[in-house]
């Protein structure tokens, strides 16, 4: 069926770096923007990212600017999400999702966990 | 930016109760407007997009609406299965796509 199944995550120092990526099935992947979606423990949600479906395009939320690098392969159907110089406030659950066009974020990872802490 | 401002943070109401949560844009964001559910634990889902076209399965105790700026979505009879936080995001494909705070509903 229609899945995006995320890996990386982990715990990292701060100031670290950190990849996370999300493996797209079943569906046109190249046809969708994309993005991410990141939810600190016991908080809302909070969108970081989006790349378009040629990933010529991309913006970013102010908290991760310059921080973060959204990038996707078509050819292998997989979402990037490059973090670096983490922040204490990085830590959260990270959900990469697709975009279908005007109607939402219809599918959704499992979430990946990233945890900055000395 | 456009904000997003949702109220309330929470509610507790009674099962059959009619529930209703807001959302105000700052500025004009026409029809684009969805509505998510996320229950404890799992990932978030679609319920309405369009600020009121109700996303396939999701039963139609559930509806949005507009006016102006602020948008509505209401339970109309809530159901035990309805405990979830709720959350409003703008979409008119402007960056950034802010996602409002998130309204906890529980059952009384």
């Known amino acids: 069926q229609v899945q995006l199944v995320q890996s990386g995550g982990g715990v990292v120092q701060p100031g670290g770096s950190l990849r996370v990526s999300c493996d797209a099935s079943e569906f046109s992947f190249s046809s969708h923007d994309m993005h991410w979606v990141r939810q600190a423990p016991g908080k809302g949600l909070e969108w970081v990212a989006i790349i378009s479906s040629a990933g010529n395009n991309e913006y970013y939320g102010d908290s991760v600017k310059g921080r973060f690098i959204i990038s996707r392969d078509n050819s292998q159907n997989t979402l990037y999400l490059q973090m670096s110089s983490l922040r204490v406030e990085d830590t959260a659950v990270y959900y990469c999702a697709r975009d279908f066009f005007s109607s939402g974020l219809d599918v959704w990872g499992q979430g990946t966990t990233v945890i900055v802490s000395s | 930016d456009i904000q997003m401002t949702q109220s309330p943070s929470s509610l507790s109401a009674s099962v059959g109760d009619r529930v209703t949560i807001t959302c105000r844009a700052s500025?004009?964001?026409?029809?684009?407007l969805v509505w998510y559910q996320q229950k404890p634990g799992k990932v978030p889902k679609v319920l309405i997009y369009?600020?009121?076209t109700l996303h396939s399965g999701v039963p139609s105790r559930f509806s949005g609406g507009r006016s102006g700026t602020d948008f509505t979505l209401t339970i109309s009879s809530l159901q035990p299965e309805d405990v979830a936080t709720y959350y409003c995001?703008?979409?008119?494909?402007?960056?950034?796509?802010?996602f409002g705070q998130g309204t906890k509903v529980e059952i009384k």
């Open positions: 369009g600020a009121s």
């Open positions: 995001q703008k979409y008119n494909s402007v960056p950034p796509w802010t």
């Open positions: 500025q004009g964001i026409s029809n684009y």
